[in-house]
Every structure is written in structure tokens, then in C-alpha cells.
């Protein structure tokens, strides 16, 4: 049984903007969500911006119980629960059931327990006194819970998996839940993926030297994708959330269709042939990508637009070239192309599922949205694709296929094909 | 402390626990924390940590089990007053 897939509902929880509208107007504005953390330089960190996301804690009394919320410390829960309820909203569905949804599943990617709440678990523990930690640590700390707090809240009775893939994570969210549904397990999956890049873990990537080095006194120009200026990435805390569900259940309630998945891959570089922890080997990249495109039923000149990783350090260049390789186009022949990191940062298990946001409003108002910070292109970029590729303002047109990969630590790939929605296909 | 004062405490201990706020202004002894206050049976330990702050007293294990209603709760926290005056 093959079904067709499509998305029903978002919500977004970014640095650049909370809710649809507000990002919406962020991303066709071209505006950034980096700012400069004076802890951060108290810290004594090389890198001092961060993208954060305007949160007021005290809204999430909309999204769950006042008993809930007493005791709720974790940001990336919250984060991944308010995207979430968001796009549930969003598709029309209301939150409350009496009986189990057996039909829909959720398939939601997390990185790590949020360690500046888990902090307060250390003192008391180290100070012999765990027995006033309480009943509320476990499920924060556990690397599902931001899963189980949206299933809770919903009644979701299906698959609840909450997956883990670096930078890969959030399209590999919504990857397994397409195939879920595809497959016939499920007639609608809530995916996503949320990320809190918490003082600590921000700590060791800055001292990985991956983060930009310089721009701490211009945090909205620091990120810069594929200029020749790029210093490396700045990181970003947010959530994205899709609904997919199964087209003819969509149709039978008569929901609001944004876009269809028509495919995509997932698949590993094995870290062999210059692959390894940090860095993808070129050619799991240029495979997963053909891989995508080939179970979509699509060749290289059908993309009209590519959501690319691209984070803003050295593996740019690298990217191009195998986005070049594996859809067989170069120069002025290869599509337009765009990070979401230029305004936002990169939201690491985030990053897949926020731009996958950002590329479903792209199809449905028919817009592409700008690379900020990108007023001088890499020439090693500008070798291999037309600097026409390279939108720096808002372009409005009709988008019709876009592919959308992230690429991640343990040498992930993931791969997604996005196309507007035509009844007849 | 008179039953009647640590009842009224008990209230404001368990506002955050209970999803039935209404009854809470109602209750008495005979008040059952799980069954009327519908109170999650995991937050029991919760309400035991946040009584142990508030009054500055220990509650161990064995007195722990015995608080089900609001009258053994009563029971355990005078009880606990009381020794350490």
C-alpha cells in the first residue's frame, strides 16, 4: 500500500519569529534572529550570538495544564511542545480527546536533556540531598520526554519515537513519519524537532572552533552562508512541527492541504572516504540525495529551489559541489538556493525541521525567501553555480518542487522532496 | 498549630498539584488526595518535598505511605511539629 502524504499543519518556535505569521513576515523580510549574549562574553566564549527565540514561559499556560507546567524547567520541551500544539492547531484539529487517537503518531527528534536545568539535579545529588528532587526530573531529563509531552497532550495512540541524528534529526523527523504514513501504519504523524543549545553545550562547540570567531559586534550580519566572509556558525534554539498526514483522510475532513512530501532518504556516509565524525563523505551526501530524488520520480532539473544546510563554515563549498554532482546542474542550470542560517543561526536537531517550515510556506505563498549576509558570495561557490543561484532579496514566483537536506555529526544525511499540492499529480 | 491552621496550609500546598481547583476550597479531612483532589499519585512525593520546606520538618518513608487523605496528612505534619518543639 502506497499512500501520498501531505502537510496540514505548521507551527514554529524561531529565533526570527514564534507562530506562522510572525515568521512568515521574518523569513520574506529577511530577518535576523542573532543576538549578542553578554554571558557569553562573561563566559569568555570565542563566539558571543546566539539565535534565541523570544519565549515568554508564561504563554505556555495555552499549551498545558497549570499542573503541567509547575515543575516544567526544560526549554526544548517547551519549545517542541508549543511548535507542536501549534501546527496540531493549525490543522484544525482541536487538543482535547476522551479516547485515545490511535490513528496518529509522533515522531519527534531531541538532542539532549536541557543541562542548565539538569544542573539543579547535580548540586542536590552531589550534596547527598536527591530526596528534594521530586517527581518532575526524570521525564525532563529522559531524551523522550519532549515526545511524551506532546503525545500526553494530545492523546496520540500510534508510533511515538523520538529519534536522534545531529543536524540530520529534524528532516529525519519528518522523513520517518512520511514513510509511516506512506506505508499505511498511520493516517497522520505529528513531526518535528526541537533544540534548547543550552550554555554548556554551546561551550563545546565553541571550543570545537566550528562557531564564527568574528561578528560579535554585528550579530545580525555575523551569519553568513556561503560568503566569502563566513567565520562559521552561530547557534540557534527553536522547534519546528508538521502535521502530515495521509491524503485521502486529509481529504475526508476536508483540511487545508499546504504541500505534499513526494519523497526523500535518509542513509549514512559510514564515515569512510573522508567521512568521519564531524565531516560527510561526499558521496553518502551525493547518494542520499540522488536516492530522494529518484523515489520522488524526479531528475535534477524539476527542483526549482534547494533549502541547503549550509551553515556558514567550510563544508559550504562542499555542499554546492555535491548538490552539483548529484542533480547533474551547475552554472546558470542549477536552482536556486537559500539557508534559513543566514537569519536564524543553526538550530542544530532543530535546523531540519524549522527550514522544512520555512520551505512549506515558501511553496504555499510562493515566494523565495532571501540569503541575508551574502553581498559577497565565495568565489570557490560562484566556480561551480551562477551567482543568479544566490537570492539575496525575496524573489515572489511559483515553487513547485524544493529538496531540503540537513547533514549531521556521525556523518548524517537526510534528504526531503516538497512539492505543491495538485490533486491530479 | 491547630488542625484547623495546618488545613488551611495544606490548601496552598496542593493548589499546584490539583487540576480540580474548585474543590480544594471545599476540602476537609475526609479528603481523599488522589481520589477527589485527583492529584497524580507520582506528585504525592512533590507535596511531601514542598511540606518538608515549608515547615522545616522530615517526613521519612514509613509516614510518607500514611499520608492518603487530608486527615493523615494533618496527622503526619502535627505529629512532626510537635517533636520538634
Keep these: 500500500m502506497i499512500n501520498r502524504v501531505v502537510v496540514t499543519g505548521l507551527g514554529v518556535v524561531s529565533p526570527n519569529g514564534i507562530g506562522i505569521p510572525a515568521f512568515l513576515h521574518a523569513i520574506q523580510n529577511g530577518i535576523s534572529g542573532i543576538k549578542f549574549i553578554p554571558l557569553y562574553r562573561e563566559l569568555k566564549f570565542n563566539c558571543q550570538l546566539a539565535g534565541v527565540p523570544v519565549f515568554e514561559w508564561a504563554d505556555l499556560k495555552n499549551y498545558i495544564s497549570d499542573v503541567t507546567l509547575h515543575g516544567l524547567k526544560s526549554k526544548s520541551i517547551a519549545y517542541g511542545v508549543v511548535a507542536a500544539l501549534d501546527a496540531w492547531s493549525d490543522s484544525g484539529v482541536v487538543y482535547e480527546t476522551d479516547e485515545p487517537r490511535w490513528d496518529t503518531g509522533c515522531v519527534f527528534g531531541n538532542s539532549i536533556a536541557d543541562t542548565e536545568a539538569m544542573k539543579n539535579v547535580i548540586f542536590h545529588v552531589d550534596n547527598k540531598d536527591s530526596k528534594k528532587l521530586g517527581s518532575r526530573i526524570v521525564e525532563q531529563a529522559m531524551n523522550s520526554g519532549v515526545t511524551a509531552y506532546i503525545s500526553g497532550r494530545l492523546g496520540l495512540g500510534n508510533k511515538v519515537v523520538t529519534n536522534s541524528a545531529a543536524c540530520a534529526t529534524g528532516a529525519q523527523s519528518i522523513l520517518m513519519g512520511y514513510e509511516y504514513i506512506k506505508h499505511g501504519y498511520a493516517k497522520r504523524m505529528l513531526v518535528g524537532s526541537t533544540e534548547y543549545v543550552d550554555t554548556y553545550v554551546y561551550g563545546a562547540f565553541d571550543s570545537m572552533r566550528v562557531l564564527t570567531r568574528k561578528g560579535n559586534d554585528y550579530p545580525e550580519q555575523a551569519s553568513r552562508p556561503m560568503s566569502l566572509s563566513a567565520g562559521g556558525f552561530i547557534p540557534g534554539s527553536g522547534a519546528g512541527a508538521i502535521v502530515l498526514e495521509d491524503l485521502d483522510f486529509a481529504l475526508q475532513r476536508n483540511a487545508k492541504i499546504y504541500a505534499e512530501v513526494l519523497g526523500g532518504s535518509c542513509n549514512s556516509g559510514g564515515m569512510r572516504s573522508g567521512g568521519s565524525m564531524t565531516a560527510a563523505n561526499s558521496q553518502g551526501v551525493i547518494r542520499c540525495i540522488k536516492h530522494a530524488l529518484e523515489n520522488s520520480g524526479l531528475r535534477g532539473q524539476n527542483i526549482d529551489l534547494i533549502s541547503g544546510h549550509l551553515t556558514a563554515t567550510n563544508a559550504d563549498r562542499q555542499e554546492i559541489q555535491n548538490w552539483s554532482e548529484a542533480l547533474h546542474l551547475s552554472g546558470p542550470d542549477f536552482p536556486l538556493i537559500n539557508s534559513l542560517k543566514s537569519m536564524v543561526g543553526h538550530c542544530l536537531t532543530a535546523a531540519g525541521a524549522i527550514e522544512s517550515v520555512a520551505t512549506i510556506l515558501q511553496i504555499a505563498h510562493k515566494f523565495i525567501h532571501p540569503n541575508i549576509n551574502l553581498d559577497d558570495p565565495n568565489p570557490e561557490i560562484t566556480s561551480i553555480i551562477s551567482k543568479d543561484c544566490l537570492p539575496v532579496k525575496m524573489i515572489k514566483k511559483e515553487v513547485n518542487i524544493v529538496a531540503k537536506a540537513n547533514f549531521g555529526f556521525g556523518d548524517i544525511n537526510s534528504c526531503l522532496i516538497f512539492s505543491k499540492f495538485n490533486l491530479d499529480k | ?85
Excluded: Q, W
Design chain 2, 1 to 85: 498549630m491547630t488542625r484547623l491552621e495546618i488545613l488551611e496550609e495544606l490548601k496552598i500546598v496542593f493548589a499546584p498539584y490539583t487540576p480540580n481547583k474548585e474543590m480544594l476550597h471545599s476540602i476537609n479531612e475526609h479528603t481523599d488526595i488522589i481520589k477527589d483532589l485527583k492529584i497524580n499519585s507520582a506528585n504525592l512525593v512533590d507535596i511531601i518535598i514542598d511540606a518538608e520546606n515549608k515547615y522545616h520538618i522530615e517526613i521519612d518513608n514509613e509516614s510518607a505511605e500514611n499520608m492518603v487523605n487530608v486527615g493523615t496528612c494533618i496527622d503526619v505534619i502535627s505529629k512532626k511539629l510537635e517533636s520538634i518543639k
